[in-house]
């Protein structure tokens, strides 16, 4: 079975731009969340997606949005880039929601210039 | 203040020692994860605990959860080089039964010499 897949792995913008990030969940999973980490804050829990309805949201910013598709896929939203969105984003997806095993991607490395 | 702390924050042993890293909360735990990290990529899901008391094995590796003292443990057995990496612990403390509910530590970096 194929694993949780993030693209682009790595993206570089410029201060002010926006940027869309994708994950594709392990098939039949249901439940997507996004995190980001960052070397001062850590792992931070951003948002959770579950038969596209956002269930969970972390204490960010708006300009910080996703949604999820009927086929289970999901994608975050950055707009108006800031040099502190720089961080490693990572979706992991589950069967379902609530407390259950997650399975992450390998992450997609945004750099903001 | 961090609701949870790891301890160590990095460790370096010799290749075939035992070695321990503990995941404290300042909250109650109603469930906790643990999960391995390379540098840069993503999370490798080990265990997940959610019973005071839960012990749980997988090969070389031992998770317990403590819950009076609020406390796991994940214990390596003769450690080896691939078990070199990032240890991250993740708790539920809100019983929210929710992923939006969950708090990660700093993690504890691991270095294994040959």
């Known amino acids: 079975k194929a694993g949780v897949t993030q693209t682009p792995r790595y993206l570089i913008k410029t201060r002010g731009q926006q940027v869309t990030l994708s994950c594709s969940p392990i098939?039949?999973?249901?439940?997507v969340s996004w995190y980001q980490q960052t070397p001062g804050q850590g792992l931070q829990f951003l948002f959770e997606y579950f038969s596209e309805t956002q269930r969970n949201k972390g204490n960010f910013p708006g300009r910080f949005s996703g949604r999820q598709f009927s086929n289970s896929r999901s994608e975050m939203n950055v707009s108006t880039l800031e040099l502190g969105d720089s961080a490693l984003y990572l979706c992991?997806?589950?069967?379902?929601?609530?407390?259950?095993?997650?399975?992450f991607g390998p992450g997609t490395r945004l750099t903001v210039l | 203040s961090q609701e949870l702390e790891q301890s160590p924050q990095s460790l370096i042993v010799q290749e075939g020692k035992n070695l321990t890293i503990n995941c404290t909360s300042s909250k109650t735990l109603y469930g906790l994860y643990w999960y391995k990290q390379k540098y840069g990529e993503g999370l490798i899901f080990l265990m997940m605990l959610q019973k005071g008391g839960e012990e749980k094995s997988h090969e070389k590796i031992t998770a317990k959860l403590d819950e009076k003292k609020q406390q796991s443990s994940l214990h390596i057995t003769a450690s080896q080089p691939s078990h070199a990496g990032i240890y991250l612990c993740?708790?539920?403390?809100?019983?929210?039964?929710?992923?939006?509910?969950?708090?990660f530590g700093k993690g504890t970096k691991l270095s294994v010499k040959p």
């Open positions: 098939s039949g999973h249901r439940s």
């Open positions: 992991a997806s589950s069967m379902r929601t609530g407390l259950s095993e997650q399975f």
């Open positions: 993740g708790a539920d403390t809100d019983y929210g039964g929710s992923q939006g509910n969950l708090i």
